[in-house]
């Protein structure tokens, strides 16, 4: 595996100027399905994959995605802890320079990627020619390397197409990448398999990235422009692919919307492409403990897995909720808002196989365990239960300091302090996570069904087919039918102001909203703590180590204007 890892950094050091010491993640499990010596799968498919849980964490991909956006903040809390030298305070206000740690990590991890989906496509095209299962995984390899490029065209405007591990790739941009990614995804469709997701990519997942290809098209072939051409022919491939995913038989809306972030969502039927983290507990529980309080614990075994404090919903995040549903609670409204799961008993103690965390979004006055001080034993009763009432912050003295999120958050001193922002958890707790990082189970959400109805609503829209779109949306939002009571009730109009709202309710913390907020116009607007209106802020700087990585070759990789 080392040998891969050099390969991967000498095929692409005139990009990275250094390949990084980066966290091996491989997945253990046969991606085969069956022999778990394959060594076709261990040596070459697995590493294609493998990088994906530690890109997706809260500090790479969503960071990027998420933080840059109306819907996620990360301040100084309480003036020492999350400062990192103010790379979370830039990416809000839209101030990041070519030397962003989080940018730079992203950069470094797709090109890694990108560089080992070359790598096991050079090993795997001569064996494609005569073994089946070498074709069915040529074919997912390079769907990966393709979907790899999306992401990256979306976040620096640019594409990599490399063929040859000794060459150096060939940088394209705009419609040139577009149509580099386009074709590649079209050339596998017919070699991939549709019954091995959603850890794998599939036919529907390719689809569906195809799908999310040509809704942001109009973007990514003129990312500075004032308004975005939309084509029929773009849209039209929009709805063709997402019929296509809707259609089959083997997906369904999840009725539990939160059930779709569960520990065993992998047999959910909801997702179509995901980030598999189940084998040996591989990957990390950080969707879920990066938004909580210090002094939150998800799981009564394990007494020093707690929170972070770290990012929380914007206020105006959180009014889009309120303005949506009036003088109603969002909370007594809409599935997708909040899930009371932790029930607390009338002795107020819970066994800990009963002992289930909230879902959604956190407002105001915390319950959870109780113990004696941070990172100490939790109380239990007699019978071995354990004790559930306010949450004390043990970062303060007075012995009435129980944690309580206040909607407004800022960068001000009181605006950063810890108890400022609503919360989120969306991924279910682990279960086996014994430091609150480590070891999660989950599925992280690339592709899933909702999304290939929003999809098509958006092409539907754009194309002047209002009825249309509001019926797509209103079919997703009456699925989540397992909490009638809180059931989304059917919209009666919609616009594309509506949609994204809708978007935002669906998607968030799913590392999507900087890529919406751009298609939709949104992303020069002002928020919270936000006012650069600045387009070229679209797209990311190149990292300043891969501009010098590349220096040798003359104009090979230009930093993007506004930089």
Request: with cysteine; aromatic share 12%.
């Amino acid at each position: 595996m080392k040998n891969i890892i050099k390969l991967a950094c000498l095929a692409f050091a005139l990009l990275m100027g250094s390949c990084t010491d980066l966290e091996e993640q491989i997945l253990d499990e046969s991606l085969s399905g069956g022999a778990s010596e394959n060594d076709l799968v261990k040596g070459v498919v697995a590493p294609a994959y493998g990088m994906l849980p530690e890109f997706y964490r809260h500090t790479r991909y969503f960071a990027v995605q998420e933080i840059s956006s109306d819907e996620a903040i990360l301040p100084y809390r309480g003036g020492r802890d999350w400062g990192d030298n103010g790379i979370y305070i830039e990416l809000h206000q839209h101030t990041y320079t070519p030397v962003h740690s989080n940018i730079q990590q992203c950069w470094d991890y797709l090109t890694v990627m990108i560089s080992r989906t070359v790598t096991a496509i050079s090993i795997l095209t001569p064996l494609a020619e005569t073994d089946a299962e070498a074709r069915v995984f040529l074919a997912e390899v390079r769907g990966l390397r393709a979907f790899y490029n999306m992401i990256v065209l979306d976040l620096w405007g640019i594409a990599f197409q490399k063929e040859d591990q000794g060459e150096l790739s060939i940088i394209l941009r705009r419609n040139d990448a577009v149509e580099y990614i386009r074709t590649e995804f079209e050339a596998v469709i017919d070699d991939l398999r549709e019954d091995v997701g959603p850890g794998r990519l599939t036919r529907a997942g390719v689809y569906g990235l195809l799908a999310r290809l040509h809704l942001n098209a109009a973007v990514w072939r003129d990312p500075y422009a004032t308004s975005f051409n939309f084509t029929d022919e773009d849209m039209n491939k929009v709805i063709t692919y997402s019929d296509m995913v809707i259609g089959m038989p083997q997906y369904a809306l999840s009725e539990e919307f939160f059930a779709i972030f569960d520990n065993d969502n992998h047999t959910n039927k909801e997702l179509i492409f995901a980030v598999d983290q189940r084998p040996d507990l591989n990957g990390h529980n950080r969707m879920s403990y990066f938004s909580m309080s210090d002094n939150f614990y998800g799981n009564p075994l394990f007494p020093r897995a707690n929170g972070t404090d770290g990012a929380a919903i914007t206020s105006d995040f959180y009014q889009s909720w309120v303005q949506a549903y009036g003088a109603v609670d969002p909370a007594e409204a809409d599935a997708r808002f909040w899930w009371e799961r932790m029930v607390i008993p009338s002795d107020s103690a819970i066994a800990a196989e009963d002992f289930e965390v909230n879902r959604g979004i956190y407002r105001g006055l915390q319950y959870g365990l109780q113990n004696t001080g941070r990172r100490l034993p939790f109380i239990q009763t007699d019978d071995g239960r354990y004790k559930i009432g306010r949450l004390r912050d043990w970062r303060r003295a007075e012995e009435n300091a129980y944690v309580d999120f206040v909607e407004e958050i800022n960068f001000t001193a009181e605006g950063s302090d810890y108890n400022t922002g609503f919360r989120v958890e969306k991924y279910q707790w682990s279960k086996q996570s014994d430091t609150g990082r480590n070891k999660g189970e989950a599925d992280l959400v690339i592709v899933r069904l909702a999304d290939l109805f929003m999809m098509r609503a958006e092409a539907k829209l754009r194309k002047g087919d209002a009825a249309g779109a509001l019926d797509d949306v209103n079919i997703v939002r009456a699925s989540r039918t397992a909490r009638p009571d809180v059931t989304p009730p059917a919209l009666s109009a919609m616009d594309l102001d509506i949609l994204f709202r809708e978007r935002g309710f669906e998607f968030y913390w799913e590392h999507q909203r900087r890529t919406d907020m751009i298609r939709f116009g949104k992303y020069e607007g002002t928020w919270t703590e936000k006012t650069d209106n600045n387009v070229q802020k679209r797209l990311f700087p190149i990292p300043q180590s891969a501009i010098d990585g590349a220096s040798d070759a003359e104009d090979y990789l230009v930093q993007n204007p506004g930089y």
